[in-house]
Structures are given as structure tokens and as C-alpha cells.
């Protein structure tokens, strides 16, 4: 790694004045952060350190859903969301390995964007709202592409609000060696419309597959997407598998998901 | 640079240590506080030879600061056995024959631990799920699996007759 200066601020407003120096990066649980400095694919020259401010740790129910503080690891989500929201509890309770649950946190997945992690599929297939030191953003205008979200420089998360459907089962197909999803979908259920949300497959990140989401809206049933098909232009494609299968793949976990949600 | 100040506490003892920003967790333990039981594999948190329990928690040592370690609880594979005796789990992984090269194990038995201080009984599928971030290219993992239940079960008793 190389060189950098490390601090550990206890409050949000003392971590979003450690950022706004010139080469500064937030650091949470550092799962993916501190490979990617090894590799020396990230060189910042102050590492802010989110993983002691205690006031964005913690699930809890609010009104407007499930609160999910942005330093809270995958596996408290995977603990204490099982009775709130059992679907996003199971979504963090398959990420990665237990070592990597312990530390990784929601933020720190939503920040990076992987095209292949879970989180974004759970948030943007709950219609959920990031919370940011600034403002509040929409799932649907956060996500802006494959490691590209709508943070601008600085700006931390510091809560994830889930609407809480009536059903919602997310359906993940594990890279066997990372258990990062080589394709998963996350079903929501609500009282009025339903959404989907696809993570791993597309090269543009995780998306909404809109034609599934109208005829589940008609038709909560697996059947309802048999007729439907996913184009393979735009999916993600390499040794694990193709774009047809990856398209293939959205098809049928969808279907799964639904049945899952039963 | 300047150098960071961390007082914590590793397998019961109070440790004190200076390090610099860029040194993990396994840094620190290894080279700063002799305890060279969790290994260097990867680096990248995928093999979990460096298994330790940090407040609690199973971690990747790799995958962490070691200037998060201030006012932690650490465990290592050094702080298994009581003395001379070893903990069940060491006992069983020699009875099961559960190492060869024996690199990955000290990393296996801190995470093995770590899932029967979480739960006393595991079945054999939550072990193997437990278990799925420590990577041993020797035995073909069966051996570990049966020696952690092994262990788990005469863990299981001698709280009962005590």
C-alpha cells in the first residue's frame, strides 16, 4: 500500500470535514477498499475511517420503513432485519463468507456499486432512499452504472431507508469462488406495484427489468414472466458464463424469486 | 506519516503498540507482537489464513487496519490452547487427521471457534457454510468438517457435566 494518513472521526460532521481534504477516501468496513489499495489501484492520501460513529450503525423500524444505518455490517442487517424485513436479512446473510459479512457494511457496498454485488439489487428492488450528510436520493437516481453512483465528492451515506413490501425474496446465482452474484434478482411486493431489480448481469450495474414488473403488476405469479424474454445485448459476458445465459439467467431467478415470495 | 498509538487486548493481555497507518491488523500481530500463528495468504481476504476474532467478530486480520484494533478484543489461534492442554478443536483436528501442510489450519480453527462460541451445535451444512471463507488445498475438507462436529459435540457435553 502506499503511505496515507489514517483517522477515525466519532461523529458524520467530523467525517465529512476529514473528507473535504484533497485526497481524502472514506473508508467502512474495508472489504473491498483495502484489496484494491494493496493492488495499488487506489492511493488516497487520508483514510477516513466510518466504522466509529456510532450514529450511523444500527436497524430500525421508522415510518417510513426499515432504517438501516450505513456503517451497519451485513451481518447485524442479517440478524436484526429478519423479523422487520426477512428478505433484505436474507440478502446479507448470503454475501461473501462470515469474515467478510463482519466487516463489510451496507454503505460501503452502495459506494462502490459493484455491477455484481447484492446490496444494489435489495435497495434499488425496494425502491429503498439513500441517505446522504446532504440529501436525500432515490434508488432509481442513485444508481448511474457499473462503480458510478450519484455521490459527488465527500458526501457520505449515512442511512438507508427501506419501504418494507408486502412479500419480496431475492434469488442470487453465487460466482462459486466470491459468492458475488454472477446474476441475482430481488422481487418486491407492494400493496400497488411490484419491482424488480437485476444485479451482475447488465455491463450498465444493476437495473430494473420494467416488462417483469408490469405483468407481475397483472400477475403475481412465475408464469406471468414465461412469456417475457431478456435481451443478451448489454449483459455482462465472461468466463463464467455468456450474456445469453446471464439473460437467461434473469429470467429464471425472477421466476423464482416470485415463487419464493409465496 | 506519523505513527499511531493502539492499545488493545489480545488473548487476554492488555498489548500496546505503535504502527504505522498502512500495517493490518495481521501486520501488527505478526510483526509487531510476535504472534505469527494467523498467515499471510492471499492478502486479499479470500483464503482466511489469518482468521482472528475481533470483538467477537470473525475477521480477515488482512482486511483490517491495525489502527482499528484501538481498545478491541483480539483472539488468536495462540490463545486456544489452556497452557500445555490443547482446546478440543486442536485435539480433534490431530485425532481426524484434519491438516497436511497445515498453513490454512490455525485460520481454520480460530474460525471453527468462532462459529461454536455463535452456536454450540452446528449441523454439518452450517458448518461447511461457516467455514466457506477458509480455503485448505491439502484435504479436500471433509476431515475438517468432521473433526470441528467432533469437537463441537465434546464441547457440548463437558458444559453439560459441568
Redo the contacts between chains.
Keep these: 500500500m502506499h503511505n496515507f494518513d489514517f483517522v477515525k472521526p466519532a461523529t458524520i460532521a467530523d467525517a465529512v470535514k476529514a473528507l473535504a481534504k484533497d485526497g481524502a477516501q472514506a473508508l467502512s468496513g474495508g472489504q473491498t477498499l483495502i484489496p484494491t489499495m494493496k493492488q495499488r489501484l487506489a492511493e488516497p492520501d487520508v483514510l477516513v475511517s466510518l466504522t466509529g460513529i456510532a450514529e450511523m450503525k444500527g436497524v430500525c423500524p421508522s415510518a417510513e420503513g426499515l432504517a438501516v444505518g450505513a456503517a451497519t455490517t451485513h451481518s447485524v442487517v442479517a440478524r436484526d432485519a429478519a423479523k422487520p424485513y426477512p428478505a433484505l436479512a436474507a440478502l446479507a446473510a448470503g454475501i461473501g463468507d462470515p469474515a467478510v459479512r463482519n466487516r463489510g457494511t451496507v454503505g460501503g457496498s452502495l459506494a462502490n456499486n459493484d455491477p455484481a454485488a447484492c446490496y444494489p439489487a435489495g435497495v434499488l428492488g425496494s425502491g429503498a432512499t439513500v441517505v446522504t450528510n446532504k440529501r436525500k436520493i432515490a434508488a432509481d437516481d442513485y444508481f448511474q452504472g457499473m462503480f458510478t453512483t450519484a455521490l459527488e465528492d465527500g458526501e457520505i451515506i449515512t442511512q438507508v431507508l427501506f419501504p418494507v413490501p408486502q412479500k419480496a425474496a431475492y434469488m442470487k446465482f453465487n460466482q462459486p469462488a466470491s459468492r458475488f452474484a454472477l446474476t441475482g434478482v430481488f422481487v418486491a411486493k407492494f400493496a400497488d406495484h411490484v419491482r424488480v431489480a437485476v444485479t451482475g448481469a447488465s455491463e450498465g450495474g444493476v437495473f430494473r427489468w420494467k416488462e417483469a414488473e408490469a405483468a407481475l403488476g397483472k400477475d403475481f405469479s412465475a408464469k406471468a414472466v414465461e412469456g417475457l424474454t431478456v435481451p443478451a445485448k448489454g449483459m455482462l459476458s465472461d468466463l463464467h458464463g455468456t450474456a445469453a445465459y446471464r439473460a437467461n439467467l434473469v429470467k429464471v431467478l425472477t421466476a423464482r424469486a416470485v415463487s419464493a415470495c409465496a | 506519516?506519523?505513527k499511531?498509538t493502539v492499545s488493545a487486548t489480545v488473548n487476554g493481555d492488555a498489548a500496546d503498540f505503535v504502527c504505522?497507518?498502512?500495517e493490518?491488523l495481521l501486520d501488527v500481530l505478526r510483526d509487531r507482537l510476535g504472534l505469527t500463528g494467523a498467515k499471510e495468504g492471499c492478502?486479499?481476504?479470500?483464503c482466511?489464513a489469518c482468521?482472528v476474532i475481533?470483538n467477537d467478530?470473525?475477521?480477515?486480520a488482512?482486511?483490517?487496519?491495525g489502527?482499528?484494533a484501538?481498545g478491541a478484543k483480539i483472539e488468536t489461534v495462540e490463545g486456544l490452547a489452556n497452557g500445555e492442554t490443547l482446546h478440543p478443536l486442536q485435539r480433534k483436528f490431530i485425532e481426524h487427521a484434519a491438516l497436511q501442510c497445515g498453513v490454512c489450519t490455525p485460520g481454520f480453527l480460530v474460525?471453527a471457534k468462532?462459529?461454536i462460541d455463535h452456536n454450540p451445535d452446528p449441523t454439518e451444512e452450517q458448518v461447511r457454510y461457516?467455514l466457506?471463507?477458509n480455503l485448505c488445498r491439502c484435504t479436500g475438507y471433509d476431515k475438517i468438517v468432521r473433526a470441528v462436529l467432533d469437537a463441537a459435540a465434546e464441547m457440548r457435553e463437558a458444559n453439560h457435566a459441568a
Design positions: 506519516m506519523s499511531i504505522d497507518a498502512t493490518t492478502g486479499t481476504g479470500d482466511g482468521s475481533l467478530r470473525l475477521v480477515c488482512c482486511l483490517v487496519l489502527a482499528e484501538q474460525a468462532s462459529l461457516w466457506a471463507g
